[in-house]
């Protein structure tokens, strides 16, 4: 228990204290942020790791110690460079009567939602479906036949285990085993649930450091309260953490347009390249992550941007093209052939059956389950946008004008994708479109949260709750 | 003013709604079936005396199930999941579909592997396991 404790704890670790090496910053609400950043990218790093490990030692079963040695090199740094600061002051909990209500009911939430995370992956604790096509099928292949792992990409494996898939959740549970020496499921189902608590805590720490803490408790009330994100955070797919890193690096733009401190367009890049090495679509966002740096900071040095941003890119992308190109098998999804492919993007019945179905994601998706509502969560989010929509700062603007940028051409790509697949589309579109929204719903809630009022304004005329709020 | 109003009262909505569909998710939990039941274990230990009985540990098998016998009928999600739970436990062996292999797993019903067997005489030597779980040995082509 102790071991498997620590198999996720070093990477954690390593993930924060890289982040807070790179961005020292001591606010109490950014030190939350960085604590759930740490998760997703110190998880990531130690995915890519063991993936670089594999090539030289497999067979070796002495990954643990590489990660000691990284995390005693990067706690050495970090005790240096913190020895003459001061311990971060913790903040004095004066809160309002409306952030003290609304952070009760976003706690009651959370440890409900918890409880169902943790029951679902009790009752489930292979994950489901997709988990044992892809992600823990391709930790098996790695684990038990370590010295031929691969083998693990053969393009004799049909096609629907997806061994093209890149392999964030699978090295990272290849080598919890390897070290464990034991092919337990609880190293799958801590991950999913991990990166299922991270991705509340990214969008709870950022509201609260960039709009208040009653708006940082709606957030987690909005995103833990919708069944959906709850039930995938618990399935052992890849979409959570795809989703996580997809916040993650929206979040870190907006951080860089307010602090203007290079290291988070890196820590962005980071963020992007490690959602590459998540899922398919990952290699889709680091495009479009590029496109909208390029447009929002068009009239201010975007080659800079660009640069720092590929400078956090570089190893996660260059070692996920690697794997896709010399490695993985072919990409089912491309294997119409041109001919074909041109036929469907013509056919306007596809563009229909398409824009039918993410119309119908729009008006359902995440519909909260209980209360017979035939709504979903993102006419809510509109509704709560129109009723409490603010000024955007003009500082603000081109953090909007990317996180915008991003979803626009990730949903072209993610079209673009259904217009051309071999796959039947209506079997395509009711098997993988929900996850597709769920990716970028987190960074829906967060940019809609950031562009509106917050709670306290409504609630409370001349509290100290409100002054703090109208102060963004 | 009325604006105000409507903003608490939509506020208020979006609490009470989220708070009700987490505990429905969590009472909905329930209809996963027990924690202490693991499908995916119990298909582990159907297929870990065929595993066994293959003579290496890694390389590609062949794979046929009702849906491969003209004629059977079959539950086709059943029968797609069945697949992908037999690649799950038989990794890191490979498992195509068809029996074109020199092993060969067959994932059959009765009926099914009846028709089956009639129109391979002589091909390949049978080694059953329980619960319908077969191993072709190809013996001839």
Redesign the interface.
């Known amino acids: 228990m102790i071991l498997l404790a620590v198999i996720f704890l070093l990477p954690i670790l390593i993930g924060g204290m890289l982040v807070h090496l790179l961005w020292p910053e001591r606010d109490f609400k950014i030190l939350f942020f960085k604590a759930f950043l740490g998760i997703g990218l110190g998880l990531g790093l130690s995915s890519l790791l063991y993936f670089l490990y594999l090539f030289f030692f497999a067979g070796g079963r002495w990954f643990i110690f590489v990660q000691l040695g990284i995390f005693a090199i990067l706690l050495t740094i970090t005790i240096w460079k913190e020895r003459k600061q001061a311990w971060p002051v913790l903040p004095r909990w004066n809160l309002t009567r409306t952030q003290t209500i609304l952070s009760a009911v976003a706690l009651i939430i959370f440890l409900i939602s918890l409880a169902s995370t943790v029951s679902y992956l009790l009752r489930r604790k292979q994950g489901d479906w997709d988990a044992w096509m892809m992600y823990n099928r391709a930790a098996r292949f790695v684990y038990r036949d370590q010295a031929n792992w691969l083998e693990s990409f053969s393009r004799q494996m049909d096609p629907i285990f997806h061994a093209d898939y890149p392999l964030l959740l699978a090295m990272n549970t290849a080598s919890g085993w390897d070290t464990l020496g034991a092919e337990t499921p609880r190293v799958p189902m801590i991950q999913s649930a991990l990166f299922a608590v991270g991705v509340l805590g990214l969008a709870v720490g950022a509201l609260a450091s960039i709009k208040s803490t009653g708006q940082a408790a709606l957030g987690a009330i909005i995103l833990w309260g919708t069944p959906v994100l709850v039930n995938e955070g618990a399935r052992e797919l890849a979409d959570v953490p795809l989703a996580f890193f997809m916040l993650a690096t929206v979040v870190l733009i907006y951080f860089y347009v307010l602090h203007k401190k290079p290291a988070l367009i890196a820590l962005a890049g980071l963020s992007a390249g490690f959602a590459a090495w998540t899922k398919n679509e990952g290699g889709l966002f680091v495009v479009a992550v590029g496109v909208a740096l390029t447009i929002a900071f068009f009239r201010q040095k975007p080659f800079r941007v660009l640069f720092f941003y590929a400078l956090g890119l570089t190893s996660p992308f260059a070692i996920t093209l690697y794997f896709k190109l010399f490695l993985a098998p072919p990409s089912d999804v491309l294997s119409s052939g041109a001919a074909k492919s041109l036929q469907q993007i013509l056919d306007l019945s596809r563009h229909a059956e398409i824009i039918k179905f993410f119309w119908n994601q729009f008006i359902r998706f995440g519909s909260w389950t209980g209360i017979s509502l035939a709504i979903g969560v993102f006419p809510i989010l509109l509704t709560y946008f129109l009723l409490f929509r603010s000024p955007i700062q003009a500082q603000h603007r081109r953090a909007y004008i990317a996180g915008i940028t991003i979803l626009v051409v990730q949903a072209l790509g993610d079209y673009a994708v259904y217009l051309i697949t071999p796959y039947d589309l209506n079997w395509h579109l009711s098997y993988s479109g929900q996850r597709i929204v769920l990716q970028v719903f987190p960074l829906i809630t967060f940019l809609i949260l950031c562009a509106s009022q917050a709670p306290e304004t409504v609630f409370e005329s001349n509290q100290i709750g409100a002054n703090h709020a109208a102060r963004h | 003013m009325k604006?105000?109003w409507?903003?608490?009262l939509?506020?208020v909505l979006?609490?009470i709604?989220?708070?009700?569909?987490?505990?429905?998710?969590?009472i909905?939990?329930?209809d996963?079936?027990?924690?202490s039941?693991?499908p995916?274990?119990d298909w582990e230990t159907r297929f870990a005396p065929l595993k066994e009985r293959l003579p290496f540990?890694?390389g590609?098998v062949g794979y046929i199930s009702d849906s491969s016998i003209p004629g059977v009928s079959y539950d086709a999600a059943n029968d797609e999941?069945e697949y992908?739970?037999a690649?799950?436990v038989m990794?890191?062996i490979?498992?195509?579909?068809g029996t074109d292999h020199e092993w060969n797993i067959g994932n059959l019903s009765r009926e099914a592997y009846k028709v089956w067997s009639q129109s391979n005489v002589g091909k390949f030597e049978v080694i059953a396991f329980k619960g319908n779980i077969y191993l072709f040995h190809r013996v001839s082509k």
């Open positions: 604006m105000k409507a903003q608490r939509f506020l979006i609490v709604a989220s708070l009700f569909a987490s505990i429905q998710t969590l909905s939990t329930k996963l079936g027990s924690a039941d693991d995916v274990a540990q890694r590609v999941g992908v739970l690649q799950y990794s890191p490979i498992i195509v579909k």
